[in-house]
């Protein structure tokens, strides 16, 4: 099992920056990608960003690429995502999500989610 807990969410106004944590526990050796996902009220949850276990590669959805950064530092098993220049539309429960297979932006891949963390971007 993988143990996943996100923070750093909150509000903020349109053109801010927040940073969101994913600490992970657990089988971690079992991890192959983490990714954040985010659901809006009344909408799929859609992919945001992912990142290599081990390794550098990351993939970003359109609507936030230029904007959002996925880093991890692995010594701390911990998974980072760097917003800047919120806008409204970003509103949402962001989700950290564990997969033990090499799966990027399908939610249905991944076995293991946190409990979301509330972000708000107000205009």
């Known amino acids: 099992q993988v143990q996943l807990v996100e923070s750093g969410g909150g509000l903020v106004q349109a053109g801010g920056s927040l940073r969101l944590s994913c600490a992970t526990s657990?089988?971690?050796?079992?991890?192959?990608?983490v990714a954040w996902f985010r659901q809006a009220p009344g909408k799929e949850r859609e992919f945001v960003t992912a990142?290599?276990?081990?390794?550098?590669?990351?993939w970003y959805a359109d609507s936030v690429k230029g904007r959002f950064t996925i880093s991890r530092d692995n010594a701390k098993n911990t998974v980072y995502l760097q917003m800047n220049s919120l806008k409204p539309e970003d509103t949402a429960v962001y989700y950290c999500?564990?997969?033990?297979?090499?799966?990027?932006?399908?939610?249905?891949?991944?076995?293991?989610w946190g409990q979301g963390t509330q972000v708000t971007v107000s205009s």
């Open positions: 999500a564990a997969s033990g297979v090499y799966s990027i932006s399908n939610p249905d891949r991944y076995d293991y």
């Open positions: 657990g089988r971690t050796f079992s991890i192959t990608v």
């Open positions: 990142i290599r276990w081990s390794g550098s590669s990351t």
